[in-house]
T-cell receptor, first 115, second 114 residues
Framework: AQTVTQSQPEMSVQEAETVTLSCTYD???????LFWYKQPPSRQMILVIR??????QNATENRFSVNFQKAAKSFSLKISDSQLGDTAMYFC????????????FGQGTRLTINP | EAGVTQSPTHLIKTRGQQVTLRCSPI?????VYWYQQALGLGLQFLLW???????NRGNFPPRFSGRQFPNYSSELNVNALELEDSALYLC?????????????FGPGTRLTVL
């Protein structure tokens, strides 16, 4: 079974700073996907970024980028030039490639961006 | 393009009652997933429907069930409600065109069991 661990329950930074959220996972699979989802107080889960395990290049979406270390089973999210609207719960998630298409989530990190 | 929609937004039930939650996927998406987000338990996978068939279910008792309709919308039914069923129920959908590699979520239904 796959597990996802987010070791930082809460983080807080000032607006415009850069912040990195940590995620580690455990799997025996070689091919899979990793995701970061954002859940603001409105509750809507929003897909932030996706990484395919067979791609060595780290995914980037505007101010959001990941550091994917397959051997270390680490998948951190970096938010550059943080904005007040980035305040949310952030969930790291794992999905096997093919087969049962369920997402396995970490416990989440509550990120607060202060003005 | 409209996103995933869910109804109702909030629901209050009492122990022992039955509830039905509804989900409409993004147009063109054929797979629907249900997740439970309970306080202290995180997000847990409940059910996956694709092309009208149940493809996988999580570690939940049989009183959690559902179905998917020909238009790919889905219902989640919970019978004999228990207090611990109080949670946010999230529905997500995915597209065969993207090899079901991304799931997009609806706003959720908040269920409170008294």
């Amino acid at each position: 079974a796959q597990t996802v661990t987010q070791s930082q329950p809460e983080m807080s930074v000032q607006e415009a700073e850069t912040v990195t959220l940590s995620c580690t996972y455990d799997t025996s699979e070689n091919n899979y996907y990793l995701f970061w989802y954002k859940q603001p107080p409105s509750r809507q889960m929003i897909l932030v970024i996706r990484q395919e395990a067979y791609k060595q290049q780290n995914a980037t979406e505007n101010r959001f980028s990941v550091n994917f270390q397959k051997a270390a089973k680490s998948f951190s999210l970096k938010i550059s030039d943080s904005q007040l609207g980035d305040t949310a719960m952030y969930f790291c998630a794992f999905m096997k490639h093919g087969g049962a298409q369920k997402l396995v989530f970490g416990q989440g990190t509550r990120l607060t961006i202060n003005p | 393009e409209a996103g995933v929609t869910q109804s109702p937004t909030h629901l209050i039930k009492t122990r022992g009652q039955q509830v039905t939650l509804r989900c409409s996927p993004i147009s063109g998406h054929t797979s629907v997933y249900w997740y439970q987000q309970a306080l202290g338990l995180g997000l847990q996978f409940l059910l996956w429907y694709d092309e009208g068939e149940e493809r996988n279910r999580g570690n939940f008792p049989p009183r959690f069930s559902g179905r998917q309709f020909p238009n790919y919308s889905s219902e989640l039914n919970v019978n004999a409600l228990e207090l611990e069923d109080s949670a946010l129920y999230l529905c997500a959908s995915s597209s065969r065109d993207r090899a079901h590699s991304e799931q997009f979520f609806g706003p959720g239904t908040r269920l409170t069991v008294l």
